[in-house]
């Protein structure tokens, strides 16, 4: 089984990490950086349209 990731990018900091899109919240729900506790909506987070889609697909 292949395990699904998206990657995500904080707007305020720029840290870039990958989580799996079955641990993430809505996408309409706020979201906090690790780093700088920066929060967003979870969208704002999203790397790439890709990775949107894929966390899109396990919600």
Known sequence: ???AFVRL???ECAKDWE???SDLP???TNYSCGDC???RRLTEF???ERDLEAVK???
């Open 37 to 39: 506790h920066a929060t």
């Open 57 to 59: 697909q396990f919600q």
């Open 19 to 21: 989580a799996s899109p």
């Open 26 to 28: 809505d996408l309409r």
């Open 46 to 48: 999203m790397r790439t």
């Open 9 to 11: 990018h904080c707007p």
């Open 1 to 3: 089984m292949v395990e």
